[in-house]
């Protein structure tokens, strides 16, 4: 695929391997992203298999949310070249196998916690007993059960978090991509969600695809661990994450492997700053 000129539609995809046609698989091969006058990304190849927990880290302005973007198809055409794949498509606006989780909650304030937990699968014409059931079971599991009818007003930015959570596990989509979710929070409560994530991913067995600055947050939650460099983007480092599951963060604390792993995936990230 020449990225020069991506589609905005759907369309049908150009034939491929059916290793890079699976469903929830993300495949980038040779991807440089180039806006005017800086390259942001340069010959990016990574591969995503179904189901697999990959996080990406990297220094500020690396690039790391610009391929999330291109994969969610919300860049403009004509920034980039190379081969990028989602589930064997093209990147194009509105791919339903996507659910995208931003850095802030984003929700609407004059709806509820369920109404905004459901509103993704209201958009995409999900029946109305369907999407309310999907939403009430997963406020219950990310904690929020009693809080259905709560305003956004009235919630801390922890709980926000979690219906933003949930608005995304609601849509039935294999692939999820994940811009900082929790950057926002403090210590504990990034904790208590990164648990929470992680016992909603070993439930549905989603393909993650996650941006972090947090180190032990990447660690802790990964399969592999991508470390980026400096601007203009590259791959320096894709560190597997040998860590038994299911998993919990706060027990990791304790565990000498991951923080072996930690200062691993540390050295790398130091690596890249200076090349």
């Known amino acids: 695929m020449n990225l020069q000129s991506a589609p905005v539609s759907p369309r049908e ?80 606006v509105g791919n339903r196998d996507i659910a995208y989780m931003l850095a802030r909650d984003a929700l609407a304030p004059w709806r509820t916690a369920l109404g905004n937990a459901e509103l993704g699968t209201e958009i995409r014409g999900v029946a109305a007993s369907e999407r309310r059931q999907r939403a009430l079971d997963l406020l219950d599991k990310v904690g929020l059960k ?5 305003y956004p007003k009235a919630l801390s930015q922890g709980m926000r978090q979690r219906v933003a959570l949930a608005r995304t596990f609601c849509l039935d989509a294999p692939i999820l991509l994940m811009d900082e979710p929790f950057g926002a929070l403090d210590a ?30 990447a660690v802790s939650m990964s399969d592999r661990v991508v470390v ?20 919990s963060v706060k027990a990791l604390q304790k565990d000498p492997t991951y923080h072996e792993l930690y200062a691993h995936v540390w050295t790398k990230l130091e690596e890249g700053l200076s090349q």
């Open 228 to 247: 980026m460099s400096a601007r203009p983007g590259r791959i320096i480092a894709d560190v597997p994450i040998r860590l038994g599951r299911p998993r």
């Open 13 to 92: 995809p150009t034939p491929v391997g059916a290793a890079d046609a699976a469903a929830g698989s993300v495949v980038l091969e040779h991807v440089f992203v180039e806006f005017p006058s800086v390259l942001a990304v340069s010959d990016v190849s990574l591969r995503v298999a179904p189901g697999e927990f990959v996080s990406i880290v990297g220094p500020s302005g690396c690039g790391k949310t610009t391929l999330l973007n291109f994969a969610a198809g919300l860049l403009p055409a004509g920034v980039g070249r190379g081969k990028f794949l989602i589930g064997g498509r093209e990147p194009f």
């Open 188 to 217: 504990q409560t990034k904790l208590q969600l990164e648990d929470v994530l992680l016992g909603l991913w070993q439930r549905e067995q989603r393909t993650v695809v996650f941006i972090t600055h947090d180190l032990a947050e």
């Open 146 to 150: 009693g809080f259905e009818n709560a």
